[in-house]
């Protein structure tokens, strides 16, 4: 027996060497980056594309767009016919039966050290030009997470076409979760717990050149509040989760920019909603019990009261309803399958979470609930759409990137949206949350 152990001893001690080289490998070590290709031209004809107007709802058949230097020159119909400057190359793309529309944004990703080597590229294989990252880190030794100079930089590659990748918006800061022992060691303001602190974690953070403050679950009510003020006098946005000692309608009066996850709508369309933020903890009350109460006795008019505060105070929603689809699905073998091919650390991650949500609760009315809950995201998210409440496409799904957009598209035209509905929430929405598309007649 005991060389047994002793044998199975040293297996074990291999293996978790091998786990730990495969680790470093994936994960830690510099990969090099995809880079651009060598463009041998200048000037690109798109011939016969059907071009899709997402403001106007229309699509504009048999067009030649003309592109000169990665800038849309003209968009004429197939009679144009393009003359050539001097001895400028031109590359001619024949797109007969296909479309072509603006940029996709992804509005909730979270980027990490690892991301121009492995996310970079899928997002550009699926449209994706523009993402809003939503968590930052402590310090440049975080592996897993981007820092402001790490994204800078790769925003400067990305222009110079030294790094395919995403145009990032937004330098955020790491989750602003109230006292927590992830903060051992850092100034004590970064707990947040109270007005002082929360004034002083702005202000260091505005230090930092932070211009969008993730807020999440368990921040105290005068805190936040105090959060609010300060960030709102030095122009820092503030969005993410709404913190459960708060309302809705208080986040979005307070001036919070986006909320996310469709789950808030719930929690605060709940009748004794009022009462669970009065709590000591009030994360430690949710289990299955009170998610079907929630369902049971939604009510609607809180829900109408909430979105007409979000469109009086131009309060955007990002749903990210894959999030509460991972829920309902976690542990359905053909919903796991779609991690089958990804990097092999972050498909262990995404089944230890899925893992989780199954083991919280095993019951068959757990699954039951959590699949109520996904679905009435999807109700609550065209309601929210049809009563003036603009909504950003996001994915929060940061091991499946790209296609994860994709997908959250598709539960949006679930949900009821229709075509051109959907494609604005990833096109059009995110210009105008960063102010760089505004409807004519628009303030």
């Known amino acids: 027996m005991g060389k047994k152990l002793l044998r199975f001893g040293k297996f074990a001690g291999l293996m978790l060497l091998c786990i730990v080289g495969l680790f470093i490998v994936l994960v830690v070590w510099p990969l090099n980056y995809f880079k651009y290709p060598e463009q041998e031209y200048s000037v690109m004809i798109i011939d016969n594309v059907s071009v899709i107007d997402v403001e106007k709802e229309s699509v504009f058949h048999n067009r030649v767009v003309v592109i000169r230097n990665g800038i849309i020159e003209k968009i004429t119909d197939t009679s144009f016919k393009y003359q050539g400057k001097g001895n400028e190359k031109v590359k001619r793309i024949h797109a007969k039966g296909q479309f072509l529309l603006p940029a996709l944004w992804d509005m909730h990703v979270h980027l990490t050290k690892q991301s121009p080597h492995i996310a970079y590229p899928a997002f550009i294989s699926y449209g994706i030009i523009h993402v809003r990252d939503m968590r930052g880190a402590y310090t440049e030794r975080d592996p897993f997470t981007g820092v402001q100079s790490r994204l800078e930089k790769w925003n400067r590659e990305v222009e110079n076409q030294k790094l395919i990748g995403p145009r990032l918006h937004s330098f955020t800061s790491f989750a602003i979760e109230g006292p927590n022992e992830m903060f051992k060691g850092k100034p004590s303001f970064f707990n947040c717990a109270t007005p002082i602190d929360a004034v002083n974690l702005v202000q260091y953070l505005k230090k930092q050149n932070v211009t969008l403050i993730k807020v999440y679950n368990n921040i105290p009510r005068e805190a936040f509040f105090a959060l609010m003020l300060e960030a709102n006098k030095l122009g820092i946005d503030v969005a993410g989760h709404k913190p459960l000692r708060v309302s809705t309608i208080e986040a979005s009066n307070s001036g919070m920019k986006s909320l996310e996850h469709a789950k808030f709508f719930i929690w605060d369309s709940y009748p004794m909603a009022e009462s669970i933020r009065k709590l000591s903890n009030p994360s430690k009350t949710e289990n299955t019990v009170l998610r079907k109460n929630m369902l049971e006795k939604h009510d609607s008019i809180l829900l109408q009261e909430m979105f007409t ?32 091919d990804i990097n092999p650390v972050l498909r262990f991650i995404s089944f230890e979470d899925l893992d989780a949500t199954i083991k919280e609760d095993t019951t068959a009315l757990a699954k039951e609930v959590y699949r109520d809950i996904y679905l009435k995201g999807l109700q609550i998210s065209v309601s929210a759409y049809k009563n003036g409440v603009k909504i950003l496409a996001g994915s929060d799904v940061p091991e499946l990137p790209g296609s994860s957009l994709h997908d959250e598209l598709r539960e949006l035209s679930k949900a009821g949206l229709s075509n051109f509905e959907v494609l604005r929430t990833a096109t059009l929405y995110p210009a105008q949350y960063y102010k760089f598309f505004v409807c004519p007649g628009s303030s």
């Open 309 to 340: 505060t979000f469109k009086k105070n131009n309060t955007w929603y990002c749903p990210t309803h894959l999030t509460r689809k991972q829920d309902a699905f976690a542990g359905e073998d053909t919903f796991r399958a779609k991690y089958a």
